[in-house]
């Protein structure tokens, strides 16, 4: 149980580009989940906090214009990077709480803006 | 803000041997996880630590919650090379939402055969 989807594993795109990232809550509903931007070799730093049916909580630094969260349902919530630029380019991890006490993970994406 | 000192940072070291890795905090967590993470994936759950002086194993691996609550351990035995990669330790301090947790540096782990 407790199985976090993310999808795309990995993308490319334009600089100036928008991307959406999904998480999904395979088997459980998650009234939270988190979004991490993670540098090679580096812990995972928490960029926002997303709650369902309302506003995501984003941490010091983050810009929320250009990280846009959506979580519309107990199962999804989304990750827009907005006019991409090649500074965005890392890897993406979402997690989900909720359940319990421990944190799952998706299996993270990794953007690359050219 | 709270944050999680993890060492240590690499470690090196042969098929065979234990491995033994620590994370410490200034301030108190009730909930105390390991994690490892594989390149290009994201991390998985190891050991999950409720309760201050907790031991628990998960096959080769065994953690401790510290009777402090401000710090755990990860001992690995007898590694394999599969046991490459990072591993992370993470707190849920009291009062926060369910699954926020704070993380450690991160230990990276080469075992050579």
């Known amino acids: 149980g407790a199985v976090v989807s993310q999808h795309p594993s990995w993308v490319i795109c334009k600089s100036g580009t928008s991307v959406k990232i999904e998480c999904r809550s395979l088997?459980?509903?998650?009234?939270?989940m988190f979004w991490y931007r993670q540098f090679p070799k580096q812990s995972l730093m928490l960029m926002a906090t997303?709650?369902?049916?309302?506003?995501?909580?984003?941490e010091q630094g983050v810009e929320k214009d250009k990280f846009l969260i959506n979580h519309a349902s107990l199962t999804l919530s989304t990750l827009t990077v907005t006019s991409a630029h090649p500074e965005d380019s890392s890897f993406y991890i979402c997690?989900?709480?909720?359940?319990?006490?421990?944190?799952?993970f998706g299996q993270g994406t990794r953007l690359t803006v050219v | 803000g709270q944050q999680l000192n993890q060492s240590p940072q690499s470690m090196f070291i042969q098929e065979g041997e234990d491995v033994s890795m620590n994370c410490t905090s200034s301030?108190?967590?009730?909930?105390w996880l390991w994690y490892k993470q594989d390149p290009g994936e994201g991390p998985v759950l190891l050991i999950a630590?409720?309760?201050?002086?907790e031991l628990t194993s998960n096959g080769r691996l065994t953690a401790q919650f510290g009777i402090t609550r401000k710090d755990s351990f990860l001992n690995i035995s007898a590694s394999i090379p599969s046991d490459v990669g990072i591993y992370f330790c993470?707190?849920?301090?009291?009062?926060?939402?369910?699954?926020?947790?704070?993380f450690g540096q991160g230990t990276i782990l080469t075992v050579h055969p």
């Open positions: 088997d459980f509903q998650a009234t939270t």
């Open positions: 997303s709650n369902e049916g309302s506003k995501a909580t984003y």
């Open positions: 301030s108190i967590f009730n909930t």
């Open positions: 630590l409720y309760k201050a002086g």
């Open positions: 997690s989900a709480g909720g359940v319990s006490t421990e944190a799952f």
């Open positions: 993470a707190g849920l301090a009291g009062g926060t939402s369910y699954g926020k947790l704070t």
